[in-house]
Nanobody, 130 residues
């Protein structure tokens, strides 16, 4: 079983950048596919990006493609989300999720769904001012 802790959120102006981290403990991090989701006030939690166990395959929501980059460091048991060109509509609580999975390619609908992930962190707030 893995425990996840997000960090790196904060307040930033539109056009700025933030780097989120998701630190894992209690499990074999390199055996997990990982994902980032976000939830804005009054809205459902939505998919942002996912990465396979090795970091060799990634997939993004259209709304963040070209602006956000997901990555991981298995030696440090940490996943990252580099967010550039931030917009006010990126304001949300960002959550990381994990699922034991050794697929070489992340694809299809499954990794974009909340129920595909077994473990979640507590979230970190990102606020983008206009």
């Amino acid at each position: 079983q893995v425990q996840l802790v997000e960090s790196g959120g904060g307040l930033v102006q539109a056009g700025g950048s933030l780097r989120l981290s998701c630190a894992a403990s209690g499990g074999t991090f390199s055996r997990y596919a990982m994902g980032w989701f976000r939830q804005a006030p009054g809205k459902e939690r939505e998919f942002v990006a996912t990465i396979n166990w090795s970091g060799g395959s990634t997939y993004y929501a259209d709304s963040v493609k070209g602006r956000f980059t997901i990555s991981r460091d298995n030696a440090k048991k940490t996943m990252f989300l580099q967010m550039n060109s931030l917009k006010p509509e990126d304001t949300a609580v960002y959550y990381c999720g994990a699922r034991p999975d050794l697929s070489t390619v992340v694809g299809g609908m499954a990794p974009t769904l909340l129920r595909w992930y077994n473990y979640w962190g507590q979230g970190t707030q990102v606020t983008v001012s206009s």
